[in-house]
C-alpha cells in the first residue's frame, strides 16, 4: 500500500511531505496548468531534490502518436533523469507507445484508464503501473471498484508485475474504496489527506487525553517533567 502526491506544488510537496509518507510525485498537464507557465525542465528537478530518487516521479507526455511519445519521453528523461516514469494515456497509439518504451527498458505508467479492456491491454503492453480514474469512472456510472478489483484479479492470477496506480478522487472514501478493490497504490492531493485528518472527533480525542492528564498531573506537568528515579 502506498501513497503518492498528485501535485506540481513545490510548495505543498515541500509542507504536506514532511508527515505524509508518500512514495512519490505524479503530474499531467492539467495539474501543471494549476501551476502556471512553469520552467518545466527546473521545476521537475526541483521536486527530485525534495523527494529524493528513491521515490516515483511520474511525468506525463503529450504526444498522442507512437513515435512523439517516443520522442517526448527522450526529452524528459534527458533533461530532468533517466529515473522518470513516463505517463502514457491508453489509446490504440498510447498503447504502441507503451510496447515502444518497455522494450527500451523505460518506466511507464499507463493513464486514463476508464475500461476494463484499457487496463488489461496495458497490462499486457507491460506497463509498470495503470491508473484507473476513480471519480470521473464513477461520474460515468462505471463501477471503479469492480474495474480495480478485475484488474487486481487478473494479475494475482497471471503474476503479471504491473501495480494499480489509482487515481482521480474526490475524497477519502474513494481511496479506501480503491485500496480495498484491490489498487496498491494511489495518488490523491495533499489537501485531500490534509483535511481528512481536521474530522473533529480527531482533535477532540487529542483535547480529551490532554484535559485528563493535567487532572492527574496539572496544568504545566509534561511527561518531560516527571521524576526519573
Known sequence: MKFLFDTANIEDIRRYSEFFPIAGITSNPSIIKKEGKIDFFNHFKEIREIIGRDKDLHIQILAEDAEGILKETETILENVD????IKVPVTEQ??????TLKAKGI???ATAIYTKIQGLLAIEAGADFIAPYFNRMENM???PREVISTFANMIS???YSTK???ASFKNIGQVNDAFAAGAQMVTVSPDLLHTAFKMPSIQKAVDDFVADWKGVFGEKVSICDLPNN
Not at 82 to 85: A, E, P, Q, R, Y
Not at 94 to 99: A, M, N, P, Y
Open 82 to 85: 533517466d529515473k522518470v516514469c
Open 94 to 99: 498510447g498503447l504502441k507507445g507503451i510496447r
Open 107 to 109: 518506466s511507464v505508467t
Open 141 to 143: 456510472d462505471i463501477n
Open 157 to 159: 492470477e497471471y503474476n
Open 164 to 166: 494499480i496506480l489509482a
